[in-house]
């Protein structure tokens, strides 16, 4: 699991981190959308433009969306904390959420997620050596019809076979070396 | 497609997802018959008139929900459409919003103008993110085209409709819980009463209704609630998605008239074409995973050999003892070679992982469930663990805030009820059991003929 091992916000570097222009522009445009008084409402969509920038949501800039909602750091991480999509850790450059639930094991997740462990030489939970992926499990992503599934940075990825799964892993190598 | 169409009629028109083709094609119809011809309580009449009948699950009547919006002077009144969709085996707001996305708008402008209220959102599971820029695209063109913002085709109605994310949490999908999450918060589900039709968002009278729901607004002010109604028989008038996943020829997304019979929509031509892989189905569940599996011989017919419907009356028939419930429409069937413990299992697993951990009995109960039924799965269950499930069962249902944990006790009671020998099984042959599934089970008929 490489150096990206869990790391308790303690541990954390927690020097403040400052948001990009853009990402300010994006954020001021979602608290425009709630009135006056009621910025708190635009907070996990915050969130999510933060781990879109990051990878991950780390303690600072957790901290960072506080002062700019101006509410207290502990009202952001009790909320971080309570949404699964939201990564206290670092992670991978692609992190594969693999849906496991009920209507995805029937036709063969569990069969797809040991082909991605295999695959990727790491379990559940962990990061490739070389920082690529991460491989995680998701409690039903709503795809049940185009079981099983996987999401990666907001995309599905469905009907899923270990064809698929080797396409899908090559083109986001290919993709992460043009970046 | 046999039967109607009401909300999917057109979505495979291309361009659809635009405004321009939408409108081309009939779109924001509804809009303008509503605030040019209609007053507000006059929307609501036909919605009650429709029967319609809430399409997240609970099934409680739209329109009577409408009703109960208290109205104080001076305090704004806020709709907010449910599309969390996180039941599992239930994907249909996903294809309606991704499809025909203006659809849900028009819905939207119709129902806030029948209520009054003149800021709505529609909240949507995180996970969902490319349909809520899809949502969003088509908000963008609605403003643009002045069925958004101040005074709305010359009416003097003003609605702003805002989008929300959600950030993965099945408890969100339960109306308070969604309302939490929508102030920026933990989504905890809150004590009823009061109900949010009295304090909702930010303590403003609000009514919160699902996608389909708001959809189906659309063709019964088009329509009229009469002409509504009149699809479909007893209390499920008009049409339903059906999210249809599991051991299917073709899974996907189909809208019925109320009252096609479940064999028919199994194995009909137009449905689901039958059991994948020439194999026989050994259960399913109608509604969702919450509501209780039923095994292949109560599936298609009811205890008393009538034959299965698929509208809310006819699921539930039998109460628990045979039946189950339309719930969400998430219909999940499986083959003969699937497991059910390991079924049961799964779902447990999910719900111990969803519950909130508010209230006691789901928090541990679902945490013990999962484990109890790990301990089954795996080779190393007693006979007693299958009566403890019973236990935990009863001591959750019923005793918590909202009802994410008798949708945990629920699947797990019935999978017990109908599936014993299964389990046992699991006990008795417990090496035999990690190497093969149990297969199909015998209708037990003298138990049901005494139930």
Known sequence: MHNMKATSPTQQDLTPVEFSTDMMTEINRVIAMFPEGKQKSALIRILHIVQTNFGWTSVPAMNKVAEILNIQPIEVYEVATFYTMFHLNPVGNYVFEVCRTGPCMLVGSDDIIAYIENKLNIKVGETTADGMFTLKTAECLGACGYAPVLQCKYKFHEHLTKEKVDEIIEAYRQASLLN | ?451
């Open chain 2, 1 to 451: 497609m046999a039967g109607r169409q009401l909300l999917l009629e057109n979505v495979h028109i291309p361009g659809i997802e635009t405004f321009d083709v939408y409108r081309k094609n009939g779109g924001y119809a509804s809009v303008e018959k509503a605030l040019k011809k209609m007053t507000p309580d006059e929307v609501v009449e036909e919605v009650k008139k429709s029967g319609l009948r809430g399409r997240g699950g609970a099934g409680f009547p739209t329109g009577m929900k409408w009703s109960f919006l208290a109205k104080p002077e001076g305090v704004p009144r806020h709709l907010v459409c449910n599309a969390d969709e996180s039941e599992p085996g239930t994907f249909k707001d996903r294809y309606l919003m991704e499809k025909i996305p203006h659809l849900l708008i028009e819905g939207m402008i119709t129902s806030s103008y029948a209520l009054g209220a003149n800021l709505s959102f529609i909240y949507i599971r995180g996970e969902f993110m490319y349909i809520l820029h899809i949502l969003e695209k088509a908000i963008a063109e609605a403003y643009a085209n002045g069925m958004l913002g101040k005074n709305i085709m010359g009416s003097g109605f003003d609605l702003d409709l805002v989008v929300a994310p959600g950030g993965g949490a099945y408890i969100c999908g339960e109306e308070t819980a969604l309302l939490e999450s929508l102030e920026g918060k933990r989504g905890n589900p809150r004590m009823k009463p009061p109900f949010p039709a009295v304090k909702g968002l930010w303590g403003c009278p609000t009514v919160v209704n699902n996608v389909e729901s708001i959809a189906a607004v659309v063709p019964i002010v088009n329509e009229g609630g009469d002409a509504y109604a009149k699809i479909g028989i007893e209390r499920s008038t008009g049409t339903k998605l059906i999210s249809a996943s599991g051991n299917l020829i073709r899974p996907g997304v189909y809208e019925i008239e109320m009252g096609v019979s479940v064999e028919e929509f199994i194995y009909g031509d137009d449905y689901c074409r039958g059991i994948a892989n020439g194999k026989r189905m050994k259960a399913c569940i109608p509604g969702g995973s919450s509501v209780p599996i039923l095994p292949a011989h109560l599936v298609t017919k009811t205890a008393a050999g009538e034959n299965r419907l698929m509208t809310y009356e006819s699921l539930a028939d039998g109460g628990f003892a045979s039946g189950s419930m339309l719930g969400s429409g998430g219909f999940i069937v499986f083959d003969e070679d699937q497991c059910i413990v390991r079924n049961t299992y799964t779902f447990a697993r999910f719900y111990a992982h969803e519950s909130c951990g508010q209230c006691s009995p789901c928090r541990e109960g679902t945490g013990w469930m999962e484990k109890v039924l790990h301990r089954l799965e795996y080779g190393h269950g007693t006979m007693e663990d299958i009566s403890l499930l019973e236990e935990i069962n009863k001591k959750i249902e019923g005793n918590t805030i909202c009802p994410l944990g008798d949708a945990a006790a629920w699947p797990v009671a019935a999978a017990i009820r109908h599936f014993r020998e299964e389990f046992e099984w699991h006990v008795t042959n417990a090496a035999e059991a990690q190497t093969r599934n149990y297969g199909l089970i015998q209708p037990r008929v003298e138990e049901i003929k005494a139930l």
